[in-house]
């Protein structure tokens, strides 16, 4: 147990529908990820939200809408993905004032797109 | 972020230390080394970090050679649950502001 949950565990969409990731910390911590990891790739880094702002968008396209209400939760809004976007999605937290800081992951969502 | 590079896949024998070297030729002054593995399906679970003095934890050793340019992490006992695959990762110290950039990793693979 790392501190970080991420519901579903699981989750098949077609393309035109539209679902959310959700990922809860319950570690206190100011900064949230998300990463993308395609099957047999390394991770991708996402988003980043630093005190609820977004500090980082990496080029991602906006069918992935990410939303930070808090510092302990982050969501992950999709719609009409495409087949590729298949991936596990995994959301990872970290203090976020430290100077040296380890990321706590949650499991990852497995996300499979029809 | 400094690159780095680790070989894709180790073996080691149950019981046995495992050494996972990796080189970090332009790493900065201030740039930290951090070791994370994944094991399969899972998040990455951070293992130990150093700036240039070896470090220990319960998980492992990480030891930096002095002009920091390689490292390399010591399981001292692998067991079958060591089998993942381990991420070498430099990264500028200052949190969220400075992103963590994973790499492909080494896929150790502990043989009974």
């Known amino acids: 147990e790392t501190g970080v949950t991420q519901t579903p565990r699981h989750l098949v969409m077609g393309m035109t529908n539209k679902k959310s990731l959700k990922c809860e910390q319950h570690l206190g911590h100011n900064a949230m990820y998300w990463y993308k990891q395609s099957a047999k790739k390394p991770l991708e880094l996402m988003f980043v939200?630093?005190?609820?702002?977004?500090?980082e968008n990496n080029s991602v396209p906006s069918r992935f809408s990410p939303e930070c209400p808090n510092s302990s939760h982050l969501f992950l809004h999709l719609h009409t993905l495409q087949p590729e976007d298949s991936a596990l999605y995994l959301c990872a937290s970290e203090s976020g004032d430290g100077p040296y800081e380890k990321l706590f992951f949650g499991s990852g969502t497995q996300l499979s797109v029809l | 972020d400094a690159k780095t590079t680790q070989p894709p896949s180790m073996d080691c024998a149950e019981g046995r230390a495992a050494n996972l070297p990796c080189n970090h030729s332009?790493?900065?002054?201030?740039?930290?080394v951090y070791w994370y593995r994944q094991i399969h399906s899972q998040g990455p679970q951070y293992i130990i970090h150093?700036?240039?003095n070896n470090e220990t934890n319960e998980m492992a050793s990480l030891i930096i050679t002095e002009d920091r340019k390689s490292s390399t992490l010591i399981l001292p006992h692998a067991t079958l649950r060591d089998t993942a695959v381990y991420y070498c990762?430099?990264?500028?110290?200052?949190?969220?502001?400075?992103?963590?950039?994973f790499g492909t990793g080494t896929l150790l693979a502990v043989q009974p």
């Open positions: 990762i430099v990264r500028v110290a200052g949190g969220a502001t400075n992103k963590l950039i």
């Open positions: 939200y630093n005190f609820k702002e977004q500090t």
């Open positions: 332009t790493i900065s002054g201030n740039e930290y």
């Open positions: 150093g700036l240039k």
